[in-house]
């Protein structure tokens, strides 16, 4: 059975938990050898050893998405020689669904990723997060500074610590809740795209987007509660962090990550005018070319080291009474 959240890599070795699968084995390449590792019974990953051996590039996913949504990144990375790492959060994709509540608060998820990053972390690490997935990367990069070289955020929100609405459709019982599925997935194609067309349903029954059950939905939406992550929080980030943004969002709107571009020490604000929320699905080229060339650009300076603040909790698990937003304390991340 599976107890954890499943991930996929391209490059290093196995995790100990994983089988050599021969027959399912991928059709041999010229350029560079490659190997199919089976993790958790059941997600399978091409490894392959390239160009880029002291960088990991970690891919984390918003409620409701699987690993599967950054396929176009995962392949064209993974094909330059970088390493990637992307899980699927518990109760999403491969991963095992708890039916606790518990399973899917903030603090349990943060614990999650800590777990797979020092377990492939290497010397440069580059995070990637997507809604939901960016706050899980802001945790990271402000517990291991040392470690994080770069972040990408995209379609991430403001820098507002978070709270669950006390006025919500998923506050509604789960029973509720599967039965307006229908209508939750035709909302969420709306907002989450900036096409509806064929195309675009077609990417959203591919890639498992909002495919998780009534109850880790609402599990998670009511488990988005880290009052740590407000302004002073994001503004202790010390590494450089590309903000993609797409212009049609209409779950996270551009002023919000414009404010964290205000905030952060380092950062760099791109605006895709053809994407919404899903924009690394809509525009997989772009979204690609920004990543690389951000990942091989360099700063002339180091930043600043990061100054130690003695009121910051050290692990997920911590929580703090009386930390308060700065901003708007309603603030979830919607996928």
Same mark, same amino acid.
């Given at each position: ?10 490059? *290093?070795?196995?995790? @100990? ?5 021969? %027959? ?45 949504? &950054? ?38 998820? @943060?614990?999650? !990723? ?5 377990? =492939? @972390?290497?010397?440069? $690490?580059?995070?990637?997060?997507? #809604? ?11 517990? =291991? ?9 995209? $379609?991430? *929100? ?9 006025? #919500? ?11 307006? #599925?229908?209508?939750?997935? &035709? ?23 909002? $495919?998780? /059950? /009534? ?5 998670? !939406?009511?488990?988005?509660? &880290? ?39 380092? @950062? ?7 994407? %919404?929320?899903?924009? !690394? ?15 091989? &650009? ?10 130690? /603040? ?11 009474? $009386? ?6 304390? %309603? ?5």
């Amino acid at each position: 059975g599976k107890d954890g959240p499943s991930e996929t890599g391209a490059g *290093g070795e196995a995790p @100990a938990a994983g089988q050599t699968d021969q %027959s399912q084995q991928p059709r041999k390449r010229r350029r560079k050898p490659k190997r199919t590792v089976v993790i958790d019974c059941e997600r399978k990953i091409s490894a392959c050893k390239g160009t880029h051996a002291d960088v990991a590039l970690f891919f984390i996913h918003g409620v409701g998405g699987s690993l599967d949504i &950054w396929g176009s990144q995962l392949d064209f990375f993974s094909r330059l020689g970088y390493e990637v790492i992307a899980p699927d959060l518990a109760g999403h994709g491969a991963s095992s669904a708890p039916q606790i509540a518990a399973a899917y608060t903030f603090y349990a998820l @943060a614990e999650d !990723m800590r777990l797979i990053f020092k377990r =492939y @972390a290497r010397k440069r $690490n580059i995070l990637i997060g997507h #809604s939901y997935g960016v706050s899980f990367c802001t945790f990271l990069a402000h517990e =291991y500074p040392e470690q994080i070289h770069k972040m990408v955020m995209i $379609n991430g *929100g403001g820098p507002t610590a978070l709270e669950p609405s006390l006025c #919500s459709i998923f506050n509604l019982p789960t029973c509720v809740l599967h039965c307006l #599925s229908p209508l939750l997935a &035709w909302s969420f194609l709306k907002a989450g795209f900036a096409r509806q067309g064929a195309k675009e349903k077609q990417l959203l029954k591919d890639n498992n987007a909002f $495919n998780v /059950s /009534s109850f880790v939905l609402r599990a998670m !939406m009511s488990g988005q509660y &880290w009052p740590e992550g407000d302004e002073i929080y994001h503004a202790e980030l010390t590494v450089p962090i590309l903000l993609v943004h797409g212009m049609h969002d209409k779950f996270v709107p551009v002023e919000e990550d414009q404010r964290m571009a205000e905030i952060l020490l380092m @950062a760099f604000l791109k605006v895709l005018e053809d994407g %919404s929320h899903m924009v !690394m699905m809509e525009c997989p080229e772009s979204v690609n070319t920004l990543l690389h060339e951000f990942f091989l &650009w360099e700063p002339a300076t180091p930043p600043p080291p990061k100054k130690e /603040s003695k009121t910051r909790p050290e692990t997920a698990k911590a929580q703090s009474d $009386n930390t308060k937003a700065t901003s708007d304390p %309603s603030k979830v991340r919607p996928a």
